[in-house]
Protein backbone atom coordinates (compact mmCIF):
# COMPACT_ATOMS: atom_id res chain seq x y z
CA UNK A 1 0.00 0.00 0.00
CA UNK A 2 1.52 3.46 -1.18
CA UNK A 3 2.75 5.49 2.12
CA UNK A 4 0.14 8.54 0.94
CA UNK A 5 -2.90 5.22 1.51
CA UNK A 6 -1.75 4.52 4.86
CA UNK A 7 -1.72 8.11 6.51
CA UNK A 8 -4.69 8.90 4.76
CA UNK A 9 -6.67 5.67 6.54
CA UNK A 10 -4.73 6.15 9.54
CA UNK A 11 -5.46 10.14 9.79
CA UNK A 12 -9.25 8.86 9.25
CA UNK A 13 -9.29 5.99 11.55
CA UNK A 14 -7.89 7.65 14.51
CA UNK A 15 -10.04 10.32 14.14
CA UNK A 16 -13.56 8.60 13.76
CA UNK A 17 -12.16 6.36 16.73
CA UNK A 18 -12.14 9.32 19.08
CA UNK A 19 -15.62 10.47 17.96
CA UNK A 20 -14.26 13.65 16.19
CA UNK A 21 -15.48 15.61 13.58
CA UNK A 22 -13.62 17.01 11.01
CA UNK A 23 -14.22 20.54 12.64
CA UNK A 24 -13.35 19.54 16.01
CA UNK A 25 -9.85 17.91 14.79
CA UNK A 26 -9.42 21.05 12.89
CA UNK A 27 -9.93 23.17 15.99
CA UNK A 28 -7.72 21.37 18.43
CA UNK A 29 -4.68 21.15 15.74
CA UNK A 30 -4.71 24.10 13.96
CA UNK A 31 -4.90 22.32 10.70
CA UNK A 32 -7.68 23.40 8.22
CA UNK A 33 -10.63 21.71 7.78
CA UNK A 34 -10.05 21.50 4.21
CA UNK A 35 -6.72 20.50 4.30
CA UNK A 36 -7.76 17.24 6.97
CA UNK A 37 -10.28 16.63 4.35
CA UNK A 38 -7.56 16.74 1.50
CA UNK A 39 -5.32 14.30 3.57
CA UNK A 40 -7.82 12.00 4.37
CA UNK A 41 -8.87 11.50 0.81
CA UNK A 42 -5.03 11.71 -0.30
CA UNK A 43 -5.53 14.50 -2.68
CA UNK A 44 -2.77 16.03 -1.16
CA UNK A 45 0.93 15.33 0.66
CA UNK A 46 1.03 16.70 3.66
CA UNK A 47 3.98 18.28 5.22
CA UNK A 48 5.63 16.60 8.51
CA UNK A 49 5.01 20.15 9.81
CA UNK A 50 0.90 19.94 9.46
CA UNK A 51 1.65 15.63 10.09
CA UNK A 52 2.90 16.36 13.50
CA UNK A 53 0.27 18.85 14.78
CA UNK A 54 -2.36 15.67 13.60
CA UNK A 55 -0.40 13.54 15.68
CA UNK A 56 -0.04 15.46 18.37
CA UNK A 57 -4.24 16.24 19.09
CA UNK A 58 -5.02 12.97 18.04
CA UNK A 59 -2.62 11.98 21.19
CA UNK A 60 -0.42 9.65 18.85
CA UNK A 61 3.31 10.03 17.93
CA UNK A 62 4.03 11.24 14.04
CA UNK A 63 5.34 7.47 13.72
CA UNK A 64 2.10 6.28 14.71
CA UNK A 65 0.26 7.94 11.72
CA UNK A 66 2.68 5.70 9.34
CA UNK A 67 2.00 2.45 10.86
CA UNK A 68 -0.02 0.33 9.08
CA UNK A 69 -3.39 0.60 9.17
CA UNK A 70 -6.29 -1.59 11.58
CA UNK A 71 -6.81 -5.05 10.22
CA UNK A 72 -3.68 -5.32 8.58
CA UNK A 73 -1.51 -8.48 9.00
CA UNK A 74 -0.04 -9.04 12.18
CA UNK A 75 3.00 -6.77 12.93
CA UNK A 76 6.18 -8.75 12.92
CA UNK A 77 9.08 -8.08 14.88
CA UNK A 78 11.47 -7.77 11.98
CA UNK A 79 12.03 -4.89 9.63
CA UNK A 80 13.65 -6.03 6.57
CA UNK A 81 15.50 -2.82 4.69
CA UNK A 82 13.35 -3.19 1.57
CA UNK A 83 10.33 -3.54 3.45
CA UNK A 84 10.24 -0.46 5.44
CA UNK A 85 8.36 2.80 4.83
CA UNK A 86 10.24 5.92 3.07
CA UNK A 87 8.36 9.32 3.06
CA UNK A 88 9.77 12.41 1.80
CA UNK A 89 8.42 15.77 2.95
CA UNK A 90 7.03 17.49 0.01
CA UNK A 91 7.64 21.00 1.80
CA UNK A 92 11.80 20.35 2.87
CA UNK A 93 12.39 17.53 0.75
CA UNK A 94 13.75 15.16 3.52
CA UNK A 95 13.21 11.92 3.59
CA UNK A 96 12.07 9.94 6.36
CA UNK A 97 12.71 6.16 6.90
CA UNK A 98 10.09 3.94 9.55
CA UNK A 99 13.32 1.45 10.72
CA UNK A 100 11.58 -0.36 13.80
CA UNK A 101 8.68 -2.49 12.87
CA UNK A 102 5.24 -0.96 12.04
CA UNK A 103 2.22 -1.78 13.94
CA UNK A 104 4.89 -4.03 16.68
CA UNK A 105 4.56 -3.05 20.21
CA UNK A 106 7.16 -1.49 21.57
CA UNK A 107 8.47 1.44 23.84
CA UNK A 108 10.82 2.67 21.19
CA UNK A 109 10.69 3.71 17.56
CA UNK A 110 13.94 3.77 15.81
CA UNK A 111 13.66 6.44 12.04
CA UNK A 112 16.51 7.34 9.92
CA UNK A 113 16.23 11.00 8.43
CA UNK A 114 18.28 12.45 5.22
CA UNK A 115 17.58 16.05 5.55
CA UNK A 116 19.03 17.77 2.38
CA UNK A 117 21.14 20.84 2.87
CA UNK A 118 20.17 24.28 3.59
CA UNK A 119 16.21 23.20 4.63
CA UNK A 120 14.67 23.63 7.68
CA UNK A 121 11.35 22.00 9.09
CA UNK A 122 9.54 23.27 12.08
CA UNK A 123 7.08 21.41 14.30
CA UNK A 124 4.61 23.91 16.73
CA UNK A 125 3.79 21.01 18.83
CA UNK A 126 0.54 22.98 19.72
CA UNK A 127 -1.28 20.64 22.27
CA UNK A 128 1.13 17.86 22.73
CA UNK A 129 -0.91 15.02 24.27
CA UNK A 130 1.49 12.66 24.51
CA UNK A 131 5.05 12.76 26.74
CA UNK A 132 8.02 11.94 24.23
CA UNK A 133 11.27 12.17 24.31
CA UNK A 134 13.52 11.76 21.65
CA UNK A 135 17.29 11.16 20.82
CA UNK A 136 18.91 12.37 17.41
CA UNK A 137 21.86 10.65 16.63
CA UNK A 138 23.88 11.99 14.15
CA UNK A 139 25.33 10.02 11.80
CA UNK A 140 26.65 12.12 9.11
CA UNK A 141 27.16 15.83 8.31
CA UNK A 142 25.41 18.43 10.60
CA UNK A 143 22.32 20.29 12.04
CA UNK A 144 21.05 22.88 14.22
CA UNK A 145 18.64 22.08 16.48
CA UNK A 146 16.35 24.50 18.24
CA UNK A 147 13.51 23.33 21.03
CA UNK A 148 12.25 25.87 22.37
CA UNK A 149 14.75 28.69 23.46
CA UNK A 150 18.05 26.43 23.49
CA UNK A 151 19.56 25.60 20.12
CA UNK A 152 22.62 22.89 19.35
CA UNK A 153 24.58 22.36 17.13
CA UNK A 154 25.61 18.77 16.07
CA UNK A 155 27.84 16.78 13.89
CA UNK A 156 28.90 13.20 13.32
CA UNK A 157 28.40 11.13 16.12
CA UNK A 158 27.02 13.55 18.74
CA UNK A 159 24.08 12.27 19.93
CA UNK A 160 21.01 15.08 21.41
CA UNK A 161 18.26 13.62 23.88
CA UNK A 162 15.17 16.38 24.21
CA UNK A 163 11.71 16.33 25.33
CA UNK A 164 9.65 17.57 22.48
CA UNK A 165 7.87 20.86 23.82
CA UNK A 166 6.18 23.72 22.24
CA UNK A 167 8.56 24.41 18.96
CA UNK A 168 11.15 22.27 17.99
CA UNK A 169 12.96 23.55 14.51
CA UNK A 170 15.65 21.23 12.56
CA UNK A 171 17.54 23.17 10.40
CA UNK A 172 20.89 22.34 7.75
CA UNK A 173 22.86 25.54 7.14
CA UNK A 174 25.36 23.02 5.93
CA UNK A 175 25.68 22.60 1.51
CA UNK A 176 25.83 18.87 1.73
CA UNK A 177 22.97 16.77 3.89
CA UNK A 178 23.01 15.14 7.08
CA UNK A 179 21.56 11.72 8.11
CA UNK A 180 20.52 10.66 11.83
CA UNK A 181 19.00 8.30 13.53
CA UNK A 182 15.98 9.38 15.73
CA UNK A 183 14.87 7.09 18.22
CA UNK A 184 11.46 8.45 20.25
CA UNK A 185 9.97 7.22 23.08
CA UNK A 186 6.60 8.01 23.92
CA UNK A 187 3.25 7.56 26.70
CA UNK A 188 0.44 9.41 27.11
CA UNK A 189 0.54 12.12 29.86
CA UNK A 190 -1.18 11.28 32.75
CA UNK A 191 -4.14 12.03 34.11
CA UNK A 192 -4.28 15.72 35.77
CA UNK A 193 -5.39 14.95 39.49
CA UNK A 194 -7.59 17.81 41.18
Not at 54 to 81: I, K
Amino acid sequence: MDLDDVIAQRVRALRKGRGETLDELAERSGVSRSMISLIERRETSPTAAVLDKLASALGVTLAALFADPPGAAAAQPLARASQQQVWTDPESGYVRRQVSPTGYPSAVELVEVIFPPGKSVTFENPMRSVVAHQQVWMLDGELDVTAGDQTWQIATGDCLAMELGQHVVFRNRSRRPARYVVALAAAPFPARRS
